[in-house]
């Protein structure tokens, strides 16, 4: 399970960091910029991976926090960065979702060491900090009922505050824990309205509803 995240992580930061033209070395406000009004967060840990979005103070916190970095070049050897050599690692994965910003991975060794993948290079942190973030809420039954009641205008960003895994392989899923009955699978294309978005039996994943067209309240009763 720890080797499975961290090569999710390290295949998510690859794609992440495709994205933007700005430099660290310009200036540290460069990295998150004013006009950014959201941030998807990865976290993940030696047992578990997380991701949700955050946005308005969060971001705010986030942006204060960047700038606050003091940080310089350091070349590894091939093979011998921080995910090649350390396989339970903790790492923040931040991608911007406006305007032209490189993505960001933040690697935790230990409380004293720290380093930032940013624009293809690496870079220690010499004040290094923990993200100023609150992990996200577990989504709940009862705000699933209250969300299915937008029926077809439900869309991506009604669930981007909650808990989630991505699962999918091709299609794009993502996973939100209920509790021991139930969990809600959001699954399709991210600039596109999901493809399904099912409440699922934990017990018996055959069993499941589309929530924006089916009724939660005959599906739990039954």
Known sequence: MKKNNRLISVLLSAILLLAGCSNIEKGRDAIIGADVNKVGIIHVT??????????????????????????????????????????????????????????????????????????????????PSIPPLQEPAELTLDKVIELAGKGEELTWSDFEQYKSKEIGSGLYILLYNIDENYYLLVGGTPDKKPMYIRLVSAQDETKYIDIRTESISDFINK
């Open 46 to 127: 030696n047992d578990e991976m997380v991701q949700w979005t955050v946005s308005g103070d969060e971001i705010d916190a986030l942006r204060e926090w960047a700038s606050g970095l003091k940080f310089l070049p350091h070349e590894f050897e091939k093979g011998k960065t921080p995910y090649d050599t350390n396989t339970d690692v903790e790492s923040y994965e931040f991608y911007l979702t406006k305007g032209d910003y490189r993505n960001i991975s933040y690697a935790i060794i230990d409380e004293k060491t720290s380093y930032i993948f940013y624009a293809d290079k690496w870079y220690t942190v010499t004040n």
